[in-house]
T-cell receptor, first 111, second 116 residues
Framework: TQLLEQSPQFLSIQEGENLTVYCNSS?????LQWYRQEPGEGPVLLVT?????EVKKLKRLTFQFGDARKDSSLHITAAQPGDTGLYLC???????????FGTGTRLQVFP | NAGVTQTPKFRILKIGQSMTLQCTQD?????MYWYRQDPGMGLKLIYY???????DKGEVPNGYNVSRSTTEDFPLRLELAAPSQTSVYFC???????????????FGSGTQLSVL
C-alpha cells in the first residue's frame, strides 16, 4: 500500500510553461518534504512544511501543505530546463516513524 | 566536505552471490539510512541506525543486513542475491531523526545493482 501518491507520474513541457505536481494521502502527516533528484544522483531536499495551510516559496517554486495535512502541491512558474528531474514528496509522522516517500513525478522541460 | 559517499557506483551480481555496499559520511551525523528505489515506487527504507552500535529494520529489510561500528560508516550486506534485489540503493544521513519534520536527509549518489 502506497501511502503517498503523486500525480502526474510523468510530465513533459516546454520552457516557460507553468506546472503543478500533487502529493496526496488519506493519512495525516506532521510534516511534508519535497526533494528533487537528478539522473545518477541522490535526492536533494528543497523544502519542509509543517503547518496545515503553510505556503513556502523558493524562487519560482511554490510549495503548499494542505489544511488537513494530508496533501501537498508543488507549483513551478515559468519552468526552465534546469528544473528537469524526479520530484519526490516525503511525509513524516513524528519521531517514532520514518519518512514515507511518494511515488515520484518525473519532469522533463524542453528548451 | 564530501558528504555521503557510496561505493561501488554500479555492480552486477549472479543469483546467490554476496556483496557489501559501502557508505560513509563525514558530517558527524548520528542517523543513517539505507533506501532502495524502484521505478514508480519512490524510496523504501531498508534499515536505519540512530548511532554506532544501534540498528533497526525499516519497511523492506528481508535479504539484507547492516552494521554500524563507527559513526561514519554504515555498510549494507546482501547475503544471497536474488533478482528481486535489482534496484538502485541510496544511503543517507541526517543530524535529526527522520520523520519529525526537522531533519534534512543528505543522500549519496547511489549504487545501481543488477542481479542476473
Amino acid at each position: 500500500t502506497q501511502l503517498l501518491e503523486q500525480s502526474p507520474q510523468f510530465l513533459s513541457i516546454q520552457e516557460g510553461e507553468n506546472l503543478t505536481v500533487y502529493c496526496n494521502s488519506s493519512s495525516v502527516f506532521s510534516s511534508l518534504q519535497w526533494y528533487r533528484q537528478e539522473p545518477g544522483e541522490g535526492p536533494v531536499l528543497l523544502v519542509t512544511v509543517v503547518t496545515g495551510g503553510e505556503v513556502k516559496k523558493l524562487k519560482r517554486l511554490t510549495f503548499q501543505f494542505g489544511d488537513a495535512r494530508k496533501d501537498s502541491s508543488l507549483h513551478i512558474t515559468a519552468a526552465q530546463p534546469g528544473d528537469t528531474g524526479l520530484y519526490l514528496c516525503a511525509g513524516g509522522r513524528g519521531n517514532t516513524d520514518k519518512l514515507i516517500f511518494g511515488t515520484g513525478t518525473r519532469l522533463q522541460v524542453f528548451p | 566536505n564530501a558528504g555521503v559517499t557510496q561505493t561501488p557506483k554500479f555492480r552486477i551480481l549472479k543469483i546467490g552471490q554476496s556483496m557489501t555496499l559501502q557508505c560513509t559520511q563525514d558530517m558527524n551525523h548520528n542517523y543513517m539510512y539505507w533506501y532502495r528505489q524502484d521505478p514508480g515506487m519512490g524510496l523504501k527504507l531498508i534499515y536505519y541506525s540512530v548511532g554506532a552500535g544501534i540498528t533497526d529494520k525499516g519497511e523492506v529489510p528481508n535479504g539484507y543486513n547492516v552494521s554500524r561500528s563507527t559513526t561514519e560508516d554504515f555498510p549494507l550486506r546482501l547475503e544471497l542475491a536474488a533478482p528481486s534485489q535489482t534496484s538502485v540503493y541510496f544511503c543517507a544521513s541526517s543530524y535529526s531523526i527522520s520523520g519529525t519534520g526537522f531533519e534534512k536527509l543528505f543522500f549519496g549518489s547511489g549504487t545501481q545493482l543488477s542481479v542476473l
